[in-house]
């Protein structure tokens, strides 16, 4: 039976990475990889019902070894990774026994880590750390989550000691470019209810998220010659800048922390000529939410009335809802979360997601799922890693989950 950081190392090594503002799901064929070494770990070690569908979505079962009657209960994990860093010929390696000082990720590009710029490194003093070369993300977001559910599944299979009741399985793709559900089998899944096992920390339990939208602004102007272009150039990229200074400077991902939303430019460019702006909207208030979109349109407004009809074409298109409504019906499944935990030595805690999850969307299509800690920290960038002891901590966790369900009764 292979161990969690086993799984881990040899997911991670697969390149995965979606990519934004592709029609297809998968939008990278390359995501295929990983789903097809999933298909066959689960196959062998005996789970049914194991299918990999034409859109890259895993599926399997662990059926019911009880007597009674228990409820369906999925795990959920994404197999691609962010954009925001290659996560091509990622090179994971183990720094045991943490001492808490700085991190040579790279000797020779002199790329450092240290608890100073990444105070949330001094809570794994003492613990074993898979970090990367430097050069790559990591991908603990969310391959930790797809190892530990992995190694859950196992223990149940190779454990017939263990009650459980239906246990349900579901690894989806393209979760980092927001359509990571759009083809996900929820009435073939089978469940009653399911988690995501996509956060951070240890012990974070979660189940409300940010609404979502996505912006873009398309800027027409007008290129000429600068020696004549008085009173006749219209430059497109510095119209984009001024649409940009038009929204709030402190509702800047960079100021703002917990419930607190935001506009957030992820992508620019352009020429004299044209621009393209993208931008992703948020906040965890459904009013302050719809309010943002409506100055975000009304700036389009107001700059085309400012340059001429037909200068901006500003679009807001919503990615997902925060799932809470949907799960506080269902607050089973965070007392059982934190229960579990509690059980285990881990002490929890409920956090707002200050993103989104597949589970947000699979929420509001019927399966409540919050969303727990995968381990990770530092997720999308190069500075990204995962304590091995919190990967193992968090198998722990969903073994007493499934035991848990398995008392009965608990889900109401």
């Given at each position: 039976?292979?161990n ?7 997911y ?7 990519q ?20 066959k ?56 026994n ?30 074993d ?62 469940a ?76 620019l ?96 299509m ?47």
């Amino acid at each position: 039976m292979k161990n969690v950081t086993d799984r881990f190392l040899e997911y991670a090594k697969v390149d995965t990475q979606s990519q934004d503002d592709m029609e297809n799901v998968p939008s990278t064929e390359k995501q295929r990889n990983l789903a097809e070494i999933l298909v066959k770990e689960l196959t062998e070690m005996g789970a049914e019902n194991v299918r990999f569908s034409d859109h890259c979505y895993v599926y399997a079962t662990i059926p019911s070894n009880s007597k009674k009657k228990l409820p369906s209960v999925g795990f959920v994990a994404h197999m691609d990774t962010s954009n925001a860093l290659s996560g091509k010929d990622v090179k994971p390696r183990i720094i045991k026994n943490y001492d808490g000082g700085e991190i040579v990720l790279n000797k020779e590009q002199n790329i450092r880590m240290d608890a100073n710029a990444y105070p949330i490194l001094s809570l794994s003093k003492g613990k074993d750390l898979i970090v990367t070369d430097g050069t790559t993300l990591l991908g603990a977001d969310d391959k930790a989550g797809v190892a530990e559910i992995m190694t859950m599944a196992e223990t149940l299979l190779t454990h017939p000691e263990i009650e459980h009741g239906t246990i349900q399985i579901g690894f989806t793709p393209d979760e980092e470019v927001g359509r990571g559900v759009d083809f996900f089998d929820v009435e073939g899944f089978g469940a009653d209810f399911a988690y995501t096992i996509d956060g951070g920390e240890l012990g974070e339990i979660e189940y409300e998220n940010f609404n979502a939208a996505a912006g873009k602004v398309q800027i027409q102007g007008v290129s000429i010659h600068p020696g004549s272009a008085k009173n006749k150039m219209v430059n497109a990229l510095l119209l984009a800048m001024e649409f940009q200074s038009m929204l709030p400077v402190n509702e800047n991902p960079m100021y703002t922390e917990n419930y607190e939303g935001f506009y957030m430019l992820n992508a620019l460019e352009g020429t004299v000529d044209s621009a393209r702006a993208v931008y992703i909207i948020r906040d965890h208030d459904k009013a302050q939410f719809e309010a943002k979109k409506v100055r975000f349109l009304k700036i389009g407004d107001y700059l085309n009335e400012k340059y001429g009809a037909g200068t901006f074409k500003v679009e807001v298109k919503d990615s997902y809802y925060n799932m809470k409504e949907k799960v506080e019906p269902h607050m089973h499944l965070i007392d059982n979360a934190k229960r579990a935990m509690e059980q285990v030595g881990v002490t929890p805690v409920v956090v707002p997601i200050r993103g989104g999850t597949d589970g947000a969307r699979l929420s509001y299509m019927g399966l409540p799922c919050p969303n727990l800690c995968a381990g990770g920290n530092n997720f999308h960038g190069r500075y990204e890693y995962v304590p091995i002891q919190s990967m193992e901590k968090i198998v722990e966790i969903l073994l007493k989950i499934v035991e848990i369900y398995a008392e009965g009764d608990n889900s109401k």
